[in-house]
Each structure stands twice: as C-alpha cells, then as structure tokens.
C-alpha cells in the first residue's frame, strides 16, 4: 500500500520558546510563548553538510587516482518563509480597554508577527518562563511603537536595545502536513517588506537555526496535542488555539485573531496601493526641502548578518556552537514617476544629485507609509537617510528609483537610532 504524500497546502508553522525535542511537555506550550505563523506558498528549511574531498595522485602504470569525501561539519540551518503585514489593533500597553482596542496583559502586540520583529530588531526575550509561570515581554511601546534605539523599562514595556552581541534563540515547529520538523535555537536574520503598488504588503523572514530534526515518539505527540493532527497512533487531535494571552497550557496562540473588546476580531491587511514616501533633504547652505511622493513600487529591509561559530576538530563531524551579530543594516528603496514642478521627483533628482557632500544623512530622512496615511498601515521613520543617486528608469511613462541607507542621527549615536516602526489599525 502506498504512502501519503505530504502537501505544502497543508503546512504549518510555529515559533515557541518551548523545546519540544529537548524533552519539555506538551503543557510547557501556552499562548504566551508559542505562536503560530502564517505561512505563504515557497517556506523553506534546510540544512547542509560541509565536505573536504580528498584525492590520490600517483605514478606509475597503476597508480591510485581514488577520491574520498568526508563530512567534516554541519552547517547552520538555513530556514525562510513569507507573511502577510497585518495590524492587529492590539496597540497599547495600559491593559485597559479605550475605543474598542483591548491590550491583553497590557502588552502591546500591534502587528500579527511582532514576535518576530521584536527577536530581529531586540535583545529582549518576547517570553519567558513555561506553562503557568510564561509571560508575554513585548518591547513595543505604547500607541504600536518599536522605537530602535536603547531605552529602559516602563509600564508594560520591557527594557531593549537593537545592539547585542548575539540574537535570541527560540524554536520553529514545521508541520509539513503530516512530519513534522523542529528548527533548534532559530535565530532571525533578516526582514523585508514588499510593497508593490499591485499587492498586499507582505514580509520575507529569513534566518539561521543550529539543527533540523524530525519530531518522533513522544516529542510529536506532544506537539500535536498542542496544534492537533494525526497523532502517532492514527487518531485525529483537535489543536487547543486561543487568542487570549493567558497561561492556557498546552495551547498556542491563533495567528492573525486577537481579542478586542471581548470580541473575536481578524487583523487587517494592508493595500499597497494606498503607499507613499515622505523624504526630507537640506541642500548644503540652504532650507530644508520636504517631498510627499505617490510611489509606484516600494521596499525596506532590515539584517542582523548573522554569523555562526563551528569547530573545526580532526575526525569529528563539528556542528554549530552558537552566533554573533554582525553590521545591522537598514535599507530601502522605492520607484516613482518622474514629474516635474517643486517639491516633487524631478527636483528631488537634482538636489540629490547636486549635493558635493560625501554624506547628507544628517540632512535627509525617509519616512515609508505603507498602506498611506489612514488605519490600517506602518509607517517606517528614519531621520537620518543617505540617499544613493537617484536613476532613471525610461518606459512610457518615465520614472526613477532611489536606494537608500539608514543611519543614526547624531543627537542619539550609539544608541541604535536607525529607525521607529508605528503601526495602526482599525477594526
């Protein structure tokens, strides 16, 4: 009798700080520390071996021309997947109910993935602690703020900095429909959104994790008490979903679904149609010029440059010890019409491009509104922006694009000032 295949239609994926392969139960997962991820078509994980060939070159009529391969390490792995940027109306950090927006244990979790954003750009934990004694940590301050640089802990909001040493550790759960796959120690690398003009605004996460492992015996079954699925025994289990941040043990929580206001509630998507860009930039001696531009394609990412450390041990098969960080990056870019008259693309153009400063980010800033200026959206503020030159891009209708890098502003250097994420919903 033939075997099942197993369907990407069916996957499905979870980040926890709850390691299932490491023996924890099934009750160590509440929905305070184990999410699930919405997943589009195209995730992937895997990960690869290093190998050193070696090869036998001799004289003679019959010489030894062997070649021997051996595995000399295992790589990190290599996991990706993509999300829909989706605001969720969870937004402040009181704990109270004000205009039908609940704030479940006062934390504010604005966006459907801000775990995720929070381990990219945060060396604070998003969880702490197992079954009755987790406890959600956003960093995400009050009114759906991320702001990058350093800062204490206030009200409900847990003390971070964006410059560490190393990224936080947590654990993937793959459900590729009936086997399931454990990425140990997963670490978030990088970020981008997309936010073509014909589109829903989506992000690509990426990052590295030390090990893959299949889930079998006791460990699956564990995970699938919590998730649901066919168990090892053949039967059907129902998963235990909640959209309460409470200490329900053996649960997780719903991706997208919150509740606001006593009600259940699905968080928005965002139309990219709607998207603009507000650029600042002080030519050299002059008055500061403010651009409000209606973009046709736009883009942002954030990376870590993740790096990690393995041995390099004689007749062992080395796996990875751990990772570092390395030059945070923050970019973006974005395409427009090019159109004449002041405060538009085509003066934007020439005092960029007329700027003999071998760096402007002092005196330029990006603002990216993505979904434009009416709830549902995010707004990306950089106030310190080095713009590349911008090119043209000649079709029917001609245009330009513009790179750019985020900086620090002097008045905050060293605190990791890049940039302040704002989020806004309606319900």
């Known amino acids: ?38 997943v589009l078509a195209g995730y992937a994980a895997s990960q690869s071996s290093a190998t050193q060939d070696i090869t036998s070159m001799e004289s003679g ?9 051996f595995n000399t390490a295992i790589n990190p792995v290599e996991w990706s997947f ?12 009181d704990g109270v109910t004000v205009a039908g927006m609940d704030r479940p244990t006062g934390n504010a979790q604005p966006l459907a993935d801000w775990f995720l954003w929070q381990s990219l750009m945060s060396n604070a934990e998003w969880a702490t602690g197992t ?10 301050a009050n009114n759906g703020t991320f702001v990058l640089a350093a800062r204490d802990a206030a009200a409900n909001v847990v003390a971070h900095k964006s410059n560490y040493a190393t990224a936080n550790q947590y654990h993937l759960y793959m459900k590729m429909d009936n086997i399931v796959y454990q990425v140990k120690s997963a670490s978030v690398n990088e970020a981008s959104i997309d936010a073509a003009i014909d589109g829903i605004a989506t992000t690509s996460w990426s990052g590295f994790g030390t090990n893959f492992v299949e889930l079998t015996g006791t460990p699956r079954n564990n995970f699938i008490t919590v998730v649901g699925g066919i168990d090892n025994s053949g039967s059907t289990v129902l ?18 679904r919150y509740n606001v206001n006593s009600t259940a509630t699905t968080a928005a998507f965002i139309k990219n149609r709607l998207s603009s860009v507000v650029v600042t930039h002080t030519p050299s001696g002059g008055a500061q010029d403010t651009y409000t531009l209606a973009v046709t394609g736009l883009g942002f990412t954030y990376s870590n440059a993740l790096t990690f450390l393995t041995p390099e ?14 030059a945070k990056t923050i970019t973006g870019n974005f395409t427009a019409y090019l159109r004449t008259g002041d405060d538009d693309t085509a003066q934007f153009l020439r005092n960029i ?13 990006a603002n990216l509104k993505i979904g434009g200026s009416t709830a549902p959206y995010v707004a990306l503020n950089m106030p310190a922006v080095q713009f590349n030159f911008p090119t043209h891009a000649v079709e029917d209708i001609i ?14 250097k060293g605190t990791g000032s890049e940039i302040t994420m704002f989020v806004s919903a309606t319900q």
């Not at 994926?13 to 919405?38: C, F, H, K």
């Not at 998963?239 to 997208?256: E, F, L, M, P, T």
């Not at 007749?315 to 390395?326: K, Y």
């Not at 245009?399 to 905050?412: C, H, K, N, Y």
């Open 1 to 38: 009798m033939a075997t099942a295949l197993n369907l990407q239609r069916n996957s499905e994926v979870y980040m926890s700080t709850v390691d299932l392969d490491g023996g924890a139960a099934s009750t160590a997962m509440t929905p305070r520390n184990t999410w699930r991820v919405e």
């Open 61 to 69: 009529i019959t010489p030894d021309r062997s070649t021997q391969r």
């Open 82 to 93: 993509q999300t829909y940027l989706r605001p969720t109306g969870v937004i402040n950090t």
């Open 131 to 140: 079954a009755g004694t987790s406890q959600l940590r956003s960093a995400w």
């Open 239 to 256: 998963g235990k979903s909640s959209i309460d941040a409470n200490v329900q043990q053996g649960a997780y929580h719903a991706w997208g």
């Open 313 to 326: 041990e004689l007749a062992s098969l080395n796996t990875p010890i751990g990772q570092f960080t390395g």
């Open 353 to 365: 491009v007329n700027d003999s400063r071998t760096q402007h980010a002092q005196a330029a800033s």
């Open 399 to 412: 245009g330009i694009s513009v790179e750019f890098l985020a900086q620090e502003a002097s008045a905050t």
